[in-house]
Every structure is written in structure tokens, then in C-alpha cells.
């Protein structure tokens, strides 16, 4: 099998003669989810973005609605906690893709 790759870790992979999975797998996989674990972080924000269009949509109570009518009332309180709980799971967001960036890619070390 030809393979499209043409990097140099991947033909340094297959010069000490590794198999065709295990250079896909630990070697190309690894380099490819770096980009995609960098914003991962960002990923659980995107729920909140979308929530109030698919609550509208589907005529759903939800955090999205609620949100939107307690802007509209101008409930502080309930503006207050939602800001809060979002920035909360902004922060366990950020804090799971430091984990996967550390797992995917072994060269980071936070200590």
C-alpha cells in the first residue's frame, strides 16, 4: 500500500520498519488530533450557542430559552447564575483538552 503521508516522522516510522497500522495509529493519529484537541476546550461552549435555536426549533424548555427570556425581563439573578455555569463548564472545557493535549502529545509536560 502507497502511502500519501510524505512527513518525516512518518517515514522515520517506517524506516525502523514498524507496520502500516502501528505508523497510522501512534504515529500520524497522534500528530493529526493535535489541532483538534487544541480546541476542544472551546467544543462544550458551542452547546450553549446552539441551544436557543434548537429549543426554538423544537419547542423545547431548556438553559438556551431560559437565558433569552430572563435577558428579555432583565432577571439579573438568573443572568448572574447561567454566566456563571457557563463560565464553569468554559473552565472544565479548558482544563479537559490540557489533559488530552498532554495525553495526545507526549513532548508537553505541565510540572
Do not use: C, W
Amino acid at each position: 500500500m502507497k502511502s500519501k503521508i510524505k512527513k518525516d516522522y512518518i517515514r522515520t516510522a517506517r524506516a525502523k520498519g514498524l507496520p502500516e497500522r502501528v505508523v497510522y495509529l501512534y504515529h500520524a493519529l497522534r500528530n493529526a488530533l493535535i489541532p483538534i484537541v487544541t480546541g476542544l476546550g472551546s467544543f462544550l461552549m458551542v452547546f450553549f450557542a446552539g441551544s436557543l435555536l434548537l429549543e426554538t426549533i423544537f419547542q423545547l424548555d431548556g438553559i438556551g430559552l431560559l437565558s433569552y427570556k430572563s435577558v428579555l425581563s432583565r432577571d439579573y439573578n438568573v443572568i448572574m447564575g447561567l454566566v456563571f455555569l457557563q463560565s464553569i463548564l468554559f473552565l472544565v472545557g479548558n482544563v479537559l483538552s490540557d489533559i488530552a493535549y498532554v495525553i495526545v502529545d507526549p513532548r508537553i509536560d505541565y510540572t
